[in-house]
């Protein structure tokens, strides 16, 4: 029978509840002190939970836990850049937990879920202004909390920088519509080609007219930052986002040729990536960083590579080679310094150190930045960001909140997403006529780093998604196979729960085997020998300690 477990020692690895025959143990997921994979979420997913409530087959469960912290983990499972698997503890053993594999399974099926049914319990009406990730996120919150909720979108379709800006091949337009649809069936209502703003179809002032107590703003960035050199109006230039945004219509750009991208960054790869699967007959990318420092995501510079796009890191554009006023090609020039001794961007160039690039096409994707003239009257904005509160989300206008890439700047969507979330619920007290504030704010602890598991665990092989080779007739077609579900639950099975506490659960089926005691890597688990003489007995019995 087992006699105790050190809860000092218990590091949550989760080895007992792995190697017991009769399924003896439980652990205690909750705890005040963080993992490092949660500490490193921008949204605070419960990482640990959801991988333990897999362990034990409740897939269902694990899908609607982590809608608790990110309602769209379909979407984030296909592009978020998971920081997480770079502070998984896993790593130091093997390999991270494949964090962001999982998510996705667990998004995909949480879509098959049957959804709760809308309750409204509030008769207030709030707005939210853009439905990129920041703005569906907030949405999704208030309309959980029962607020009836409009969403203003200025183009033909809700989805903003996931259905424009993010190419078909990552993120599917079905999985973008499915996460639309589910949050109309939430109560959502969406309005269309509606531009907010001054001089536009509504304004802010117009919202407060129509009823609405609360406006959250998150126009994004949606606007391709220009640059102005030689060549630049030629046929055949094409701007980031202007160019992804063309590839998500039903007509498409027609791209033949040699193809120049000019960025090292996300936008940069996705535009490569798609001219490639275009028809482009070669695609280079040039950016003024060296290799190592491409401000572009590791697996994706491993995806551009994989289709076949060459890098020449170090060079900015001079000017653009034209032929009767069409693209023939770019001349570029080394970079000697990025920034200046103040540490502000301030590039260099060696005009006598060049490169020549024949091409037919050139594509810019050097930055985004928001529109935010319409919201200037009305709220405070610097540096071409809207002003807000750290903490709460709020602008200088009362009443008003905002959030994704024109509050924080060009950031990822999981972080739009938590920012979404952190405005509903200032939105949701300031309504209700409570402190913004709050108990929001507080850092949690992490568990320390010399009470993670790591040593004597056993090395298991981690499990990848398996690359889809493009489609000719569908070039745009999704490029990566989900997990199925047997390598979910084998890679559920790696996470070593960090942080969590074992509890003997179920003492009268224990067989006294040892198999707990023997396998676990920090020695927290005792058995007592003697089973069948102190049968109910050992839970008073204090041993003695040498």
């Not at 998984?88 to 053993?93: L, T």
């Not at 401000?295 to 009767?324: M, S, W």
Request: aromatic share 6%; glycine share 8%; charged share 25%.
């Amino acid at each position: 029978m087992i006699q105790s477990i050190d809860p000092a020692a218990c590091t949550g690895c989760g080895t007992c509840t792995k190697t017991c025959p009769l399924d003896v143990f439980r652990l205690d997921t909750q705890q005040e002190e963080l993992s490092p994979c949660m500490a490193a979420c921008p949204a605070g997913v419960d990482i640990r939970r959801n991988n333990y409530l897999i362990q034990q087959g409740r897939l269902d469960e694990a899908a609607e836990n982590f809608l608790n912290a990110n309602p769209f983990p379909a979407i984030t499972g296909r592009v978020c850049f998971h920081p997480c698997e770079s502070r998984c503890s896993r790593a130091k053993v093997d390999q991270a937990v494949n964090i962001n594999a999982i998510e996705q399974v667990l998004g995909d099926r949480g879509m098959t879920l049957p959804q709760k049914e809308k309750v409204q319990r509030h008769i207030t009406k709030v707005a939210v202004v853009g439905s990129g990730p920041a703005g569906l996120s907030c949405a999704w919150f208030l309309a959980s909390m029962g607020y009836p909720v409009t969403v203003f979108e200025a183009r033909p379709f809700p989805g903003g920088m996931l259905r424009y800006g993010i190419p078909a091949y990552r993120l599917p337009d079905a999985v973008v519509t499915g996460q639309i649809e589910r949050l109309e069936r939430l109560g959502v209502t969406f309005c269309c080609n509606t531009l907010v703003g001054d001089n536009a179809d509504v304004s802010l002032a117009d919202l407060k007219k129509r009823g609405f107590k609360a406006v959250m703003l998150a126009p994004g960035a949606s606007a391709a930052k220009k640059v102005d050199i030689e060549g630049a109006d030629a046929e055949g230039v094409h701007w980031g986002l202007d160019f992804l945004r063309a590839c998500r219509d039903d007509e498409k750009p027609e791209i033949s040729g040699d193809v120049v991208v000019i960025g090292g960054g996300d936008v940069a790869v996705d535009a490569a990536i798609s001219a490639k699967r275009l028809g482009a007959a070669r695609v280079y990318m040039a950016c003024l960083e060296s290799r190592d420092a491409m401000p572009a995501y590791p697996h994706n510079q491993k995806d551009a590579e994989n289709e076949g796009v060459e890098f020449h890191c170090g060079f900015g554009p001079a000017r653009i080679l034209t032929e009767d006023g069409h693209v023939s090609g770019i001349e570029l020039h080394a970079c000697t310094r990025l920034k200046d001794e103040e540490g502000r961007f301030a590039p260099l160039f060696d005009a006598d150190s060049t490169l020549h690039l024949a091409a037919s096409h050139v594509i810019f994707a050097i930055g985004q930045t928001p529109e935010l003239s319409g919201f200037a009257g009305e709220v405070t904005v610097e540096r071409n960001r809207i002003v807000v509160n750290d903490v709460t989300f709020a602008t200088s206008a009362w009443g008003i909140f905002a959030a994704g890439d024109a509050a924080s700047g060009p950031a990822s969507v999981v972080a739009a997403i938590a920012g979404g979330r952190e405005c509903a619920c200032s939105i949701d007290r300031m309504l209700k006529g409570a402190d913004l504030t709050g108990e929001r704010g507080r850092k949690r602890p992490c568990v320390p780093e010399d009470k993670l598991p790591g040593e004597g665990i056993r090395h298991e092989v981690r499990h990848e998604r398996a690359a889809l080779p493009a489609d000719p007739e569908h070039p745009f077609a999704e490029h990566t196979k989900p997990l199925d579900m047997e390598a979910c639950f084998a890679e559920a099975l790696r996470c070593m729960t960090c942080g969590s506490k074992s509890r003997i659960t179920y003492t009268d089926d224990c067989m006294t085997c040892f198999n707990c005691e023997l396998h676990c890597p920090s020695g927290a688990i005792f058995v007592h020998p003697f089973k069948e003489r102190f049968a109910r007995t050992l839970d008073q019995i204090e041993v003695a300690k040498s």
